[in-house]
């Protein structure tokens, strides 16, 4: 077992251990989900707040219900950014939750470093469920249990992730993960969603579909968001579809074994066919339900590192006669 | 106003072209004599600059003194104070305070505080800063402005901006220009690169910069007006400014410390203090700044001191407004980075930090010739210091050099023949001993910091 870390901000620098470290422990986790009773005392009198300042759902869910499953009092706090902006700063809504005493934050917000920022102003483990476009580890962390769930160790694996990647944080977070595991990873979609220099990310670039996908172990395919078409990011969504989207006939191209996955919600038709989205080499309900072992697995984790340094604060008082 | 000697320093001064050890003698606000040996006199304050470097006072050409309308952040006199602090005897205040300065009374406003160094008003380039409609330039500058500019925006209109050069040749006095494409930089926050794609942070391109560059050098040649580019950032920027004074035309340009002390990799820290507008860039930007400023391409360092209030800065990286303090760290940080490293010599970072900029703007500083105003500025090249928070006295206190080590730090500012600044125990009055003194002092300082 190897975590010492009190946040979990993003994977880039977190080493292959801590990853297997939460794997493992999330596939412990993942046992309990089959339970008929899918619920441990495990987390019984800590508090972590959910705070949401970006519309999400299945997130929001997700660590709901890892946080109930734990036995961990739970209270949730959503605001858009703008309303934010308006009124309370991101700093005094963070204190002022802070002196109600939680253990655990989680945070999704629209502005990269918000988590960052969180840390330097509270005393308590912070969670990244999503910050910008910079980085979401724990939907790369399910994805890395899913793929290895199903192809076993990642090393030499073929992982290809298609789509909108300057805009989105997974195919970054996915890439920090991967390339740690020992993984070869391809980011594949048309040169204006290719955020500057990624190349020197360690993985490999191509705007052509078949040269990204037909080899590949798994193919992760990302949302891509109506509104990029009038960012003029995009001539139209039928191109964008005509050239990436995955069909039964691109499928067709790829290895029989390949695995589709989709960190959700699908735009079907636009980025992946229904068929493929429902067919057997999709994967995507898998990585919902192991989206909740995941994120049980980390808030342990954190919850163990930061018990250990509230063991601490008593002998402290101790020594000095309290 | 009495007589200051300072005696046993090293007296560098680009515009005679003097690097020597001589005493100079001030009198009556003028410098009135240089020499060996010189003895002051009856009622002359003595001062022992040994092993200090005598300079012509600094001028800092670019800074943001938030008066009227964000005397929060800072006023004429605090910011005045706060450049006198970093051995700044002359600052030129952009005129995007609220509202602009855009007509003479605003010009006179700004003029009519008592301040311990010069402050020269830069008018507005168009009325409000709007782009639109020239400002009356010929009375602006009757009243004391001493160039137009629209900093804090670019003067989007191509058509504008012609004829803002072409209008401004007859008064003789610059346009510094902000260049930026506001389409290409967008709701960019941050240099355009890997740091941004792995900060995930908006990316502003260096293009952005370029392209409005390339505009306005094009628009200088049409019209021969004289054109400033504000604070270059880029490795474009500094080629194109190269280009364009090989073909010999009447323009000139600026950067800022933290375009040759940073790189974007910085910014990976989501420290707002360190969000600015250009951003700051790559390494290899950097490597082409710190050229520019060695060949000449490059005439000036300017702060472009941009005051903020904690609470603004204290949110969001994207959330925050752009800008930094920067007139205390003028010196230190052009010393540690680039005449420590070697890139340029000491008698060219004077040139950069006074002679060239009160030449572009036109003002009588940045020279110690006899008979010249006594604006001198006496710095320790060699003290190495913490930069701390309760050091700055600048109003707001948003610096990202908060807590870095720099080399080299003011001792005493000299504001027409007036002691504006006299770091504690640093220049003492003469008794052969100074710089053994200020030795012992830097010692002292840096075990407590």
């Given at each position: 077992m190897s975590w010492t870390n009190k946040h979990l901000l993003g994977l880039e620098g977190v080493g292959r251990d801590e990853i297997l470290t939460v794997l493992d422990t999330a596939a412990k986790f993942r046992e309990v989900l089959d339970r008929p009773v899918k619920k441990v005392p495990t987390l019984r009198g800590v508090t972590i707040v959910n705070l949401f300042f970006e519309a999400s759902t299945r997130t929001r869910m997700s660590f709901e219900l890892a946080e109930k499953r734990l036995s961990a009092d739970t209270l949730n706090f959503s605001a858009s950014t703008s309303s934010v902006k308006k009124g309370e700063t991101l700093r005094d809504t963070a204190r002022n939750i802070e002196a109600m005493m939680v253990d655990m934050a989680v945070i999704r917000h629209s502005s990269p470093g918000a988590p960052h920022f969180l840390t330097q102003h509270l005393d308590v483990s912070i969670i990244n469920a999503g910050d910008g476009a910079h980085e979401h580890p724990t939907q790369a962390l399910l994805d890395l249990f899913t793929m290895r769930d199903h192809i076993g160790d990642l090393a030499g694996k073929r992982v290809t992730i298609v789509g909108d990647i300057v805009h989105s944080r997974v195919a970054k977070s996915d890439a920090w993960g991967l390339a740690a595991l020992g993984a070869d990873v391809t980011f594949c979609g048309p040169t204006t969603f290719m955020p500057a220099e990624v190349e020197r990310l360690g993985v490999t670039v191509t705007s052509d579909i078949h040269e990204a996908t037909h080899d590949a172990d798994v193919v992760n395919i990302l949302r891509i968001q109506k509104e990029r078409q009038e960012g003029g990011f995009l001539p139209s969504l039928r191109e964008y579809t005509r050239l990436f989207g995955i069909d039964q006939a691109r499928l067709a191209e790829m290895r029989p074994d390949v695995l589709i996955m989709h960190p959700g919600p699908i735009n079907r038709g636009v980025e992946l066919a229904p068929d493929v989205a429902d067919g057997e080499r999709s994967v995507i309900l898998d990585q919902v339900t192991n989206g909740v072992a995941v994120r049980m697995a980390i808030i342990y984790l954190l919850s163990r590192v930061r018990a250990q340094e509230r063991i601490e604060e008593p002998e402290i008082l101790a020594e000095v006669g309290l | 106003m009495r007589r200051i000697l300072l005696k046993g320093g090293r007296v560098i001064d680009p515009a005679t072209r003097t690097d020597d050890h001589v005493d100079v003698l001030l009198d009556g606000g003028r410098v009135a004599e240089w020499g060996d040996d010189l003895e002051g006199g009856e009622g002359t304050r003595t001062i022992d600059v040994t092993g200090a470097i005598v300079a012509p006072g600094l001028v800092d050409m670019h800074v943001h003194l938030r008066e009227p309308g964000r005397e929060d952040e800072e006023t004429i006199e605090s910011g005045s104070?706060?450049?006198?602090?970093?051995?700044?005897?002359?600052?030129?205040?952009?005129?995007?305070?609220?509202?602009?300065?855009?007509?003479?009374?605003?010009?006179?406003?700004?003029?009519?505080?008592?301040?311990?160094?010069?402050?020269?008003?830069?008018?507005?380039?168009?009325?409000?800063?709007?782009?639109?409609?020239?400002?009356?330039?010929?009375?602006?500058?009757?009243?004391?402005?001493?160039?137009?500019?629209?900093?804090?925006?670019?003067?989007?209109?191509?058509?504008?901006?012609?004829?803002?050069?072409?209008?401004?040749?007859?008064?003789?006095?610059?346009?510094?220009?902000?260049?930026?494409?506001?389409?290409?930089?967008?709701?960019?926050?941050?240099?355009?690169?890997?740091?941004?794609?792995?900060?995930?942070?908006?990316?502003?391109?260096?293009?952005?910069?370029?392209?409005?560059?390339?505009?306005?050098?094009?628009?200088?040649?049409?019209?021969?007006?004289?054109?400033?580019?504000?604070?270059?950032?880029?490795?474009?920027?500094?080629?194109?400014?190269?280009?364009?004074?090989?073909?010999?035309?009447?323009?000139?340009?600026?950067?800022?410390?933290?375009?040759?002390?940073?790189?974007?990799?910085?910014?990976?820290?989501?420290?707002?203090?360190?969000?600015?507008?250009?951003?700051?860039?790559?390494?290899?930007?950097?490597?082409?700044?710190?050229?520019?400023?060695?060949?000449?391409?490059?005439?000036?360092?300017?702060?472009?001191?941009?005051?903020?209030?904690?609470?603004?800065?204290?949110?969001?990286?994207?959330?925050?407004?752009?800008?930094?303090?920067?007139?205390?760290?003028?010196?230190?940080?052009?010393?540690?980075?680039?005449?420590?490293?070697?890139?340029?010599?000491?008698?060219?970072?004077?040139?950069?930090?006074?002679?060239?900029?009160?030449?572009?703007?036109?003002?009588?500083?940045?020279?110690?010739?006899?008979?010249?105003?006594?604006?001198?500025?006496?710095?320790?090249?060699?003290?190495?210091?913490?930069?701390?928070?309760?050091?700055?006295?600048?109003?707001?206190?948003?610096?990202?050099?908060?807590?870095?080590?720099?080399?080299?730090?003011?001792?005493?500012?000299?504001?027409?023949?007036?002691?504006?600044?006299?770091?504690?125990?640093?220049?003492?009055?003469?008794?052969?001993?100074?710089?053994?003194?200020?030795?012992?002092?830097?010692?002292?300082?840096?075990?407590?910091?």
């Open positions: - | 104070v706060a450049a006198a602090h970093g051995g700044i005897t002359a600052v030129a205040a952009m005129p995007n305070t609220t509202p602009a300065i855009d007509t003479a009374s605003w010009v006179q406003f700004v003029r009519s505080k008592r301040t311990p160094i010069a402050v020269y008003p830069i008018a507005a380039i168009t009325l409000a800063r709007e782009g639109k409609t020239l400002t009356e330039m010929a009375e602006l500058s009757d009243a004391g402005a001493v160039a137009f500019s629209d900093d804090g925006s670019p003067v989007v209109n191509p058509s504008v901006m012609r004829r803002a050069l072409e209008y401004s040749s007859m008064v003789g006095r610059p346009i510094i220009s902000h260049c930026e494409d506001l389409e290409l930089s967008g709701r960019g926050v941050m240099n355009e690169g890997l740091a941004s794609t792995t900060a995930g942070l908006r990316p502003i391109p260096a293009a952005a910069e370029e392209v409005a560059v390339a505009r306005d050098i094009i628009l200088a040649r049409t019209t021969g007006a004289k054109l400033h580019v504000a604070h270059v950032s880029t490795r474009g920027s500094v080629e194109l400014v190269r280009r364009a004074k090989e073909d010999g035309l009447a323009v000139t340009c600026e950067t800022c410390p933290h375009y040759f002390a940073l790189t974007d990799d910085d910014v990976r820290s989501y420290d707002t203090s360190l969000r600015v507008n250009p951003p700051i860039r790559s390494a290899a930007d950097v490597a082409a700044i710190r050229i520019g400023l060695a060949d000449g391409t490059i005439d000036a360092i300017a702060s472009d001191h941009a005051p903020h209030s904690l609470e603004e800065k204290q949110v969001e990286f994207d959330a925050a407004p752009p800008g930094m303090i920067g007139m205390e760290t003028l010196l230190p940080l052009t010393l540690t980075y680039l005449v420590q490293s070697g890139t340029i010599a000491l008698e060219r970072a004077i040139e950069l930090l006074s002679t060239d900029p009160a030449s572009i703007l036109g003002i009588p500083h940045g020279n110690l010739e006899v008979g010249s105003r006594a604006d001198v500025t006496v710095f320790d090249p060699d003290w190495a210091w913490e930069v701390e928070e309760s050091w700055f006295r600048s109003k707001s206190k948003n610096s990202p050099f908060i807590g870095r080590t720099l080399t080299g730090r003011v001792i005493l500012t000299i504001s027409e023949g007036e002691i504006v600044f006299e770091e504690d125990g640093a220049a003492t009055d003469d008794d052969g001993e100074a710089a053994e003194k200020r030795e012992h002092l830097a010692r002292e300082l840096s075990l407590h910091s």
